[in-house]
């Protein structure tokens, strides 16, 4: 596997998808590092995106407007970080799970301990299909 060399020290561990099994890297990244994954079908029906996809400041606003997102933040403030992490794809460094964690850690400003998330790196090279699969 060639992974980026931010992501190549991070523990190793694997996941499962569609049948096979995918090795990835567990780690922290810099929130600022990641991209909202813009195929999210709650984020494109919500915005009512017909033709292009949302930009990432579309897709930033829209979440941080939920009242779910603003009350993550606070719940990641009060336990200290985020308890689950967010699924993140290599070298592009989308979010495929967790965009709510990331734009409820990004409404977080100005507080260092904040600046990293804890993310699973799955291999760039993994299948679209096993993508759908995964987030199905």
Known sequence: MNWLKKVATFADST???????????????????LQYYDENPRV???LGVAQ??????EIENFLQSE??????????????????KVVVRD?????LEG????AAFRL?????KFEK???????????EDHIFAYLS
């Open 15 to 33: 996941m499962p998808i569609a049948g096979k099994i995918y090795p990835t890297k567990i780690g922290e990244l810099d929130h600022l590092d």
């Open 117 to 127: 998330i804890r993310c699973e790196v799955l291999p760039s090279e993994i299948e």
């Open 67 to 84: 009242t779910h997102v603003k009350k993550l933040s606070r719940e990641i403030i009060s336990q200290g970080g985020n308890t689950e």
């Open 99 to 102: 965009n709510s964690r990331l």
């Open 108 to 112: 977080i400003k100005g507080k260092e």
């Open 44 to 46: 494109y029906t919500a």
């Open 91 to 95: 070298k592009s460094f989308i979010v």
């Open 52 to 57: 292009n996809a949302p930009d990432q400041k």
